[in-house]
T-cell receptor, first 115, second 113 residues
Protein backbone atom coordinates (compact mmCIF):
# COMPACT_ATOMS: atom_id res chain seq x y z
CA UNK A 1 0.00 0.00 0.00
CA UNK A 2 0.88 3.66 -0.19
CA UNK A 3 3.14 5.09 2.50
CA UNK A 4 4.93 8.29 3.46
CA UNK A 5 8.18 8.51 5.41
CA UNK A 6 9.36 11.80 6.83
CA UNK A 7 12.30 12.69 9.00
CA UNK A 8 11.92 12.23 12.71
CA UNK A 9 11.85 15.28 14.88
CA UNK A 10 11.92 17.32 16.83
CA UNK A 11 13.88 19.87 14.83
CA UNK A 12 15.12 22.94 16.68
CA UNK A 13 16.45 25.90 14.71
CA UNK A 14 17.43 29.46 15.41
CA UNK A 15 15.46 32.24 13.77
CA UNK A 16 16.56 32.92 10.15
CA UNK A 17 18.11 29.46 9.78
CA UNK A 18 17.49 27.29 6.69
CA UNK A 19 14.93 24.52 7.05
CA UNK A 20 14.72 21.17 5.29
CA UNK A 21 12.27 18.44 6.26
CA UNK A 22 12.75 15.29 4.21
CA UNK A 23 9.80 13.33 2.85
CA UNK A 24 9.77 10.24 0.64
CA UNK A 25 6.80 8.23 -0.54
CA UNK A 26 5.73 4.89 -1.94
CA UNK A 27 2.66 4.78 -4.16
CA UNK A 28 1.13 2.41 -6.68
CA UNK A 29 -0.06 5.16 -9.01
CA UNK A 30 0.69 8.83 -9.57
CA UNK A 31 -0.25 10.60 -6.38
CA UNK A 32 -0.69 14.23 -5.53
CA UNK A 33 1.62 15.34 -2.73
CA UNK A 34 0.88 17.74 0.11
CA UNK A 35 2.43 19.42 3.11
CA UNK A 36 0.11 20.25 5.97
CA UNK A 37 0.96 22.26 9.09
CA UNK A 38 -0.60 21.93 12.53
CA UNK A 39 -0.15 24.77 15.01
CA UNK A 40 -0.60 24.00 18.72
CA UNK A 41 -4.21 23.24 19.61
CA UNK A 42 -5.46 23.54 16.04
CA UNK A 43 -6.47 21.37 13.09
CA UNK A 44 -4.42 20.89 9.93
CA UNK A 45 -3.84 23.65 7.40
CA UNK A 46 -2.84 22.93 3.82
CA UNK A 47 0.57 24.53 3.32
CA UNK A 48 1.35 23.58 -0.27
CA UNK A 49 0.71 20.93 -2.91
CA UNK A 50 2.05 19.43 -6.14
CA UNK A 51 0.11 17.21 -8.49
CA UNK A 52 2.68 15.93 -11.00
CA UNK A 53 6.37 15.32 -11.44
CA UNK A 54 8.62 18.41 -11.30
CA UNK A 55 5.80 20.62 -9.99
CA UNK A 56 6.93 23.02 -7.29
CA UNK A 57 4.48 23.95 -4.59
CA UNK A 58 5.10 27.14 -2.63
CA UNK A 59 3.41 29.20 0.07
CA UNK A 60 4.51 31.59 2.84
CA UNK A 61 8.18 31.15 1.88
CA UNK A 62 7.98 27.34 2.02
CA UNK A 63 8.73 25.29 -1.12
CA UNK A 64 8.69 21.63 -2.12
CA UNK A 65 9.36 19.99 -5.49
CA UNK A 66 7.72 16.73 -6.62
CA UNK A 67 10.65 14.49 -7.58
CA UNK A 68 9.35 11.32 -9.20
CA UNK A 69 12.81 9.86 -9.84
CA UNK A 70 13.65 9.94 -6.13
CA UNK A 71 10.01 9.65 -4.92
CA UNK A 72 10.60 12.68 -2.71
CA UNK A 73 8.85 15.91 -1.72
CA UNK A 74 11.20 17.68 0.69
CA UNK A 75 9.99 20.85 2.41
CA UNK A 76 12.35 23.85 2.49
CA UNK A 77 12.35 27.41 3.77
CA UNK A 78 15.22 29.80 3.46
CA UNK A 79 14.73 31.73 6.71
CA UNK A 80 12.47 30.41 9.46
CA UNK A 81 10.64 32.54 12.00
CA UNK A 82 9.46 31.82 15.53
CA UNK A 83 5.90 31.79 14.14
CA UNK A 84 6.80 28.75 11.98
CA UNK A 85 6.99 26.57 15.09
CA UNK A 86 4.48 23.79 14.46
CA UNK A 87 4.15 20.15 13.39
CA UNK A 88 4.56 19.53 9.66
CA UNK A 89 2.97 16.55 7.91
CA UNK A 90 3.80 15.22 4.46
CA UNK A 91 0.90 13.41 2.79
CA UNK A 92 -0.23 11.85 -0.46
CA UNK A 93 -3.52 11.10 -2.13
CA UNK A 94 -4.44 9.41 -5.38
CA UNK A 95 -7.25 10.36 -7.75
CA UNK A 96 -10.01 7.91 -8.56
CA UNK A 97 -13.21 8.25 -10.52
CA UNK A 98 -15.05 8.41 -7.20
CA UNK A 99 -12.83 11.22 -5.89
CA UNK A 100 -9.53 11.52 -4.13
CA UNK A 101 -8.46 8.68 -1.90
CA UNK A 102 -7.98 9.41 1.79
CA UNK A 103 -4.71 11.07 2.68
CA UNK A 104 -1.82 8.90 3.77
CA UNK A 105 0.30 10.87 6.24
CA UNK A 106 3.83 10.73 7.46
CA UNK A 107 4.30 10.70 11.23
CA UNK A 108 4.88 14.45 11.40
CA UNK A 109 7.93 16.54 12.24
CA UNK A 110 7.82 18.98 15.12
CA UNK A 111 9.71 22.21 14.40
CA UNK A 112 10.72 24.62 17.14
CA UNK A 113 12.26 27.94 16.17
CA UNK A 114 14.01 29.91 18.88
CA UNK A 115 14.71 33.63 18.81
CA UNK B 1 -16.14 31.42 2.31
CA UNK B 2 -16.72 29.43 5.48
CA UNK B 3 -14.30 26.62 6.19
CA UNK B 4 -14.99 23.14 7.51
CA UNK B 5 -16.77 23.31 10.85
CA UNK B 6 -16.94 20.64 13.54
CA UNK B 7 -18.94 20.27 16.72
CA UNK B 8 -18.57 19.97 19.58
CA UNK B 9 -15.08 21.32 20.23
CA UNK B 10 -14.64 19.10 23.25
CA UNK B 11 -16.51 16.00 24.36
CA UNK B 12 -16.06 14.08 27.57
CA UNK B 13 -17.60 10.63 27.84
CA UNK B 14 -17.40 7.63 30.11
CA UNK B 15 -16.19 4.22 28.97
CA UNK B 16 -19.03 2.26 27.39
CA UNK B 17 -21.03 5.31 26.32
CA UNK B 18 -21.64 6.51 22.77
CA UNK B 19 -20.23 9.67 21.17
CA UNK B 20 -21.56 11.60 18.19
CA UNK B 21 -19.37 14.07 16.34
CA UNK B 22 -20.55 16.37 13.58
CA UNK B 23 -18.94 17.97 10.54
CA UNK B 24 -20.08 20.52 7.97
CA UNK B 25 -17.99 20.67 4.78
CA UNK B 26 -17.06 23.69 2.73
CA UNK B 27 -19.93 24.74 0.49
CA UNK B 28 -19.76 22.83 -2.80
CA UNK B 29 -17.64 20.01 -1.40
CA UNK B 30 -19.23 16.58 -1.67
CA UNK B 31 -16.58 14.36 -0.04
CA UNK B 32 -16.05 14.15 3.69
CA UNK B 33 -13.21 12.30 5.39
CA UNK B 34 -12.75 11.46 9.07
CA UNK B 35 -9.34 10.99 10.68
CA UNK B 36 -8.24 10.10 14.20
CA UNK B 37 -5.19 11.76 15.73
CA UNK B 38 -4.32 9.87 18.87
CA UNK B 39 -1.29 10.73 20.96
CA UNK B 40 1.76 8.99 19.57
CA UNK B 41 -0.13 7.33 16.72
CA UNK B 42 -0.16 10.06 14.10
CA UNK B 43 -3.09 10.62 11.76
CA UNK B 44 -5.15 7.55 10.93
CA UNK B 45 -7.87 7.45 8.28
CA UNK B 46 -11.28 6.42 9.62
CA UNK B 47 -14.06 6.90 7.04
CA UNK B 48 -14.69 8.47 3.63
CA UNK B 49 -18.13 9.59 2.42
CA UNK B 50 -18.98 10.90 -1.00
CA UNK B 51 -22.42 11.76 -2.38
CA UNK B 52 -24.05 10.16 0.63
CA UNK B 53 -22.28 6.83 0.37
CA UNK B 54 -19.44 5.28 2.34
CA UNK B 55 -16.53 4.90 -0.09
CA UNK B 56 -13.90 3.42 2.18
CA UNK B 57 -13.07 2.84 5.79
CA UNK B 58 -9.79 2.51 7.60
CA UNK B 59 -8.62 -0.24 9.91
CA UNK B 60 -11.03 0.50 12.75
CA UNK B 61 -13.63 -1.75 14.41
CA UNK B 62 -17.32 -1.58 13.38
CA UNK B 63 -18.22 0.42 16.49
CA UNK B 64 -16.86 3.38 14.53
CA UNK B 65 -19.56 4.32 12.04
CA UNK B 66 -21.06 7.35 10.40
CA UNK B 67 -23.19 8.76 7.68
CA UNK B 68 -23.44 11.63 5.25
CA UNK B 69 -26.62 13.64 4.91
CA UNK B 70 -28.19 15.07 1.72
CA UNK B 71 -26.62 18.46 2.48
CA UNK B 72 -23.20 16.68 2.59
CA UNK B 73 -22.69 17.23 6.30
CA UNK B 74 -21.55 14.16 8.18
CA UNK B 75 -21.77 12.47 11.53
CA UNK B 76 -19.28 10.12 13.18
CA UNK B 77 -20.59 7.76 15.83
CA UNK B 78 -18.42 5.83 18.21
CA UNK B 79 -20.20 3.15 20.24
CA UNK B 80 -19.03 1.34 23.36
CA UNK B 81 -16.31 3.89 24.00
CA UNK B 82 -12.95 2.65 25.20
CA UNK B 83 -10.19 4.62 26.91
CA UNK B 84 -7.98 4.39 23.81
CA UNK B 85 -10.63 6.20 21.76
CA UNK B 86 -9.47 9.41 23.42
CA UNK B 87 -8.09 11.48 20.55
CA UNK B 88 -8.56 14.48 18.31
CA UNK B 89 -11.03 13.64 15.56
CA UNK B 90 -10.52 15.64 12.40
CA UNK B 91 -12.94 16.05 9.54
CA UNK B 92 -11.86 17.13 6.06
CA UNK B 93 -13.75 17.92 2.87
CA UNK B 94 -12.81 18.06 -0.78
CA UNK B 95 -14.31 19.30 -4.02
CA UNK B 96 -15.61 17.03 -6.78
CA UNK B 97 -13.54 19.01 -9.31
CA UNK B 98 -9.99 20.25 -9.50
CA UNK B 99 -7.02 19.00 -7.54
CA UNK B 100 -9.18 17.54 -4.80
CA UNK B 101 -7.01 18.75 -1.92
CA UNK B 102 -8.60 18.18 1.47
CA UNK B 103 -9.40 21.01 3.85
CA UNK B 104 -9.59 20.28 7.54
CA UNK B 105 -11.79 21.48 10.35
CA UNK B 106 -10.48 22.39 13.82
CA UNK B 107 -11.31 18.97 15.23
CA UNK B 108 -13.27 17.53 18.14
CA UNK B 109 -11.27 16.53 21.20
CA UNK B 110 -12.84 13.37 22.63
CA UNK B 111 -11.83 12.32 26.12
CA UNK B 112 -12.99 8.98 27.47
CA UNK B 113 -12.73 8.49 31.23
Amino acid sequence: GDSVTQMEGPVTLSEEAFLTINCTYTATGYPSLFWYVQYPGEGLQLLLKATKADDKGSNKGFEATYRKETTSFHLEKGSVQVSDSAVYFCALSESRNSGNTPLVFGKGTRLSVIA
Amino acid sequence: EAGVTQSPTHLIKTRGQQATLRCSPISGHTSVYWYQQALGLGLQFLLWYDEGEERNRGNFPPRFSGRQFPNYSSELNVNALELEDSALYLCASSSPTGVYEQYFGPGTRLTVT
